[in-house]
């Protein structure tokens, strides 16, 4: 969850949010060496009179600085591919939920049960109970188990929407007549907020993504209740 005059990322929940805050760091520092390189040349070109006329023409620097910043973009490259592939990569789910977008809601529907499905509408600002959140909280919570693999099938029924979920690294978009998937694993128990994340019409801030993570035990007692 976010709090206000937040400058960095949520803290991480799942495995492949923590990659993606690794390689924020990774080219965050990278692009950190060369503004000082850069900043530090201009600073001394500006500062002396001193000309090395040897290196006016001199093809080794040259090749230096042409081959360097190809090794810079494949330092780069590689692991965004790697957490690219780890991305879509969708291994024996254990679950599996399918969400619809709709005007102005989502409606989720646990394919491994029979007619457990339900929508989800944002709680008005004057229905809240005190210490929710205004334009975060929702009727119906998506409930699942944590520490196992959830398969997300995600579509729309009317306009474009997005998923997306900041804390557990999924950002995945609701196009309709397409079904789009995504694979969530949480570390640890909690409440995960959300918002959909793609302009879709005068109430599009007012489209919510609640996720209740928690124990197994506990998600059959769900299950249990709502069947």
């Given amino acids: 969850m976010a709090y206000p005059y937040q400058l960095g990322f949520q803290d991480a929940t799942s495995p492949i949010m923590e990659e993606l805050l690794h390689f924020h760091d990774h080219t965050l520092m990278i692009v950190f060496l060369i503004s000082t390189l850069v900043l530090y040349l201009i600073s001394l070109m500006l500062t002396t009179k001193l000309t090395h006329t040897s290196t006016m023409d001199a093809q080794e620097v040259e090749t230096i600085w042409t081959i360097l910043p190809a090794i810079i973009l494949i330092m780069i490259a590689l692991p965004s591919l790697r957490i690219l592939y780890m991305m879509d990569e969708v291994n024996n789910p254990s679950l599996t939920v399918k969400t619809m ?5 989502w409606s989720y529907e646990y394919t491994d049960y029979e007619d457990l499905n339900f929508d989800s509408y944002m709680v008005p600002t004057t229905d809240l109970k005190p210490g929710e959140l205004r334009l975060l909280e929702v009727d119906n919570r998506v409930v699942l188990p944590m ?46 907020y959300g918002q959909c994340s793609e ?21 059959e ?3 249990s209740s709502m069947l």
């Fill in 199 to 219: 302009i879709c019409g005068s109430n599009h801030s007012f489209m919510p993504v609640v996720i209740e993570m928690v124990s197994l035990k506990s998600f």
């Fill in 101 to 105: 977008g709709h005007q102005w809601y």
């Fill in 147 to 192: 520490e196992m693999p959830v398969r997300m099938l995600i579509s729309s029924e009317d306009v474009l929407h997005s998923w997306a979920v900041p804390s557990l690294g999924l950002k995945t978009d609701a196009i309709p007549g397409r079904l789009n998937q995504t694979i969530l694993t949480s570390t640890r128990p909690g409440l995960f």
């Fill in 221 to 223: 007692n769900w299950c």
